[in-house]
């Protein structure tokens, strides 16, 4: 295995090797909440990080395996391509943002803006999320099993939203909508492949009333 | 964007080694603000007949003058302690009293704080230069807030720098910018309040303390601040006996605190928490829109 102490080496080094000569496993220690680590990987690789991320950590990832053995700084996994990013501990705000692929697992909680604008991305979430989290998501899915903050889904177009918790107010064009048998089993796959812990069927989901995003021809007077 | 830190020791036994916690803190938190750098330090209080004031002077003074005037005409005890540009003065007199003669008589300089156990030092340039200018690693203390200022608002000089003091022993240090600090600022003149610069962080600092001046607590003060401060924010602030923290309710300004049995810190980053010792094992939170958290003993 590869190891990287970022005590003594700097963040550039570790990600121009991940970009330059990626093979196997990869360790990175002493993170200290160092920005941009591991960022821009596209190679199957799996990288374990042991401690606290800063900012953008695992942005655009694709393909590698990253866990990060603690808690990520805003926008952990931004702009995800594919592969899988696991963090362990919480996740601050905009995490997996614009998200087009790929899997995001965070543990512990995330906080504001969690989703924002995903395009196609799977974000599980243990515990709860922020305010303002799935604005403007576009594609894929995201599941928070504890409750999430004010404003859920505001803007949101055909992105999937799962929560098990409460949900604060429901953000503009954001409603409630039927969870039907395949819905509830298309969950438990995605659950049951990220190893979250949590029953299926006591989820509610959450998408677009539609009614923002299209033109509606009986409003055109008021432009 | 600008960075700023906090840290509050639970362990009296650590007091000797504040200032170099907070050192290595702030030059962390150069990359977010490299334009100037200020820390509150809060330590030696003293007795109720006395106060303690940080003043500023621009260039040499003559400090040595400024002590012997100023204890021939309050007929006090004064004790003035030199620090680059900034003297903490101890005088056995009424707070209200220095002030007065400090602005009628000395209006070339500048009061950065006034209470019984805070000082505060600013000063333009990066936080490693204004570490080893200050000495910071000699300073001890009980807690204290420090500042990194990337500018956006306003100019960059020592009074537009961060903290500002908000009143007895208080100050405030903010990353963030204020949209409506013009009207306010204008409102406050009219409540009083000595708004000094057009700089938007002192508009908050000031609505503070006008708000404490009307008989607010800290934390009402605060929470009406959530209605009147118009913009983006996190806010630590400093107190006698401790920190608060708050952030807006869109919360897009970065904050993260963390405890041991030790100490509590905050920090716009995580990076500048991991300089203390056992920060690998503290408890690590981000603190919530719109809610006030505090500190203190």
Redesign the interface.
């Known amino acids: 295995m590869t190891a990287f102490d970022l005590n003594s080496d700097s963040v550039r080094a570790l990600n121009q090797h991940l970009h330059e000569s990626p093979s196997g496993k990869l360790s990175v220690t002493n993170p200290?909440?160092?920005h941009c680590i591991a960022c821009g990987i596209n190679a199957a690789v799996e990288v374990s990080i042991d401690?606290?991320v800063?900012?953008y950590c695992a942005g655009m990832n694709k393909n590698a395996q990253i866990t990060i053995a603690g808690?990520a700084?805003?926008g952990v996994a931004e702009n995800i391509m594919s592969g899988s990013v696991r963090v362990k501990?919480?996740a601050?705000?905009y995490a997996g943002a614009s998200g087009q692929g790929g899997t995001l697992i965070i543990e512990g909680d995330a906080?504001?803006r969690c989703g924002i604008s995903m395009k196609g991305v799977d974000i599980v979430v243990a515990g709860s999320v922020?305010?303002m989290s799935g604005f403007m998501a576009q594609k894929g899915r995201l599941i928070i099993c504890g409750d999430a903050g004010n404003s859920l889904g505001d803007s949101i177009y055909e992105a999937c939203i799962y929560v098990r918790g409460n949900v604060g107010e429901l953000g503009a064009d954001c409603i409630e909508k039927e969870m039907t048998a395949e819905h509830t089993e298309n969950l438990k796959d995605l659950l049951a492949s990220t190893g979250i812990d949590a029953n299926a069927e006591e989820f509610r989901r959450y998408g677009s009333a539609r009614k923002l995003y299209n033109f509606n021809i009986d409003h055109a007077d008021d432009y | 964007m600008c960075g700023i830190v906090g840290i509050y020791l639970k362990n009296e036994s650590l007091n000797p080694e504040l200032g170099g916690f907070l050192a290595a803190m702030l030059v962390e938190m150069s990359d977010r603000g490299p334009d100037s750098a200020g820390i509150a330090l809060y330590r030696d209080p003293v007795p109720e007949s006395s106060c303690k004031l940080t003043l500023h002077a621009s260039g040499s003074y003559d400090w040595g003058g400024l002590r012997t005037a100023m204890a021939a005409h309050l007929k006090a005890d004064v004790k003035l302690d030199i620090l680059a540009s900034h003297a903490v003065v101890i005088a056995s007199a009424d707070v209200a009293h220095v002030q007065d003669w400090l602005g009628k008589e000395h209006p070339e300089l500048r009061i950065m704080s006034a209470g019984s156990a805070i000082e505060i030092y600013k000063e333009k340039g990066l936080p490693r230069e204004f570490v080893r200018q200050f000495r910071l690693h000699e300073l001890n203390g009980s807690h204290a807030l420090g500042h990194t200022r990337m500018a956006t608002e306003s100019a960059v000089t020592t009074e537009h720098s961060h903290p500002f003091s908000t009143g007895m022993d208080l100050c405030l240090v903010h990353n963030g910018s204020l949209s409506n600090h013009n009207r306010l600022r204008q409102q406050l003149r009219n409540e009083g309040v000595d708004v000094q610069t057009d700089n938007d962080s002192e508009v908050a600092a000031g609505y503070l303390m006008w708000r404490l001046r009307e008989g607010d607590s800290l934390e009402e003060a605060l929470h009406r601040g959530l209605r009147d401060l118009d913009g983006f924010y996190t806010f630590a602030i400093g107190t006698k006996h401790g920190f608060a923290v708050l952030r807006d309710p869109i919360a897009c300004k970065p904050a993260v605190m963390a405890e041991t049995d030790d100490w509590v810190a905050m920090s716009s980053e995580f990076r500048a928490i991991a300089q203390l010792p056992g920060a690998g094992n503290a408890t690590i939170w981000e603190p919530a829109p719109a809610t006030v958290y505090t500190w203190g003993h």
């Open positions: 200290g909440g160092r401690g606290h800063g900012y808690n700084g805003p501990g919480n601050s705000q906080s504001a922020g305010h």
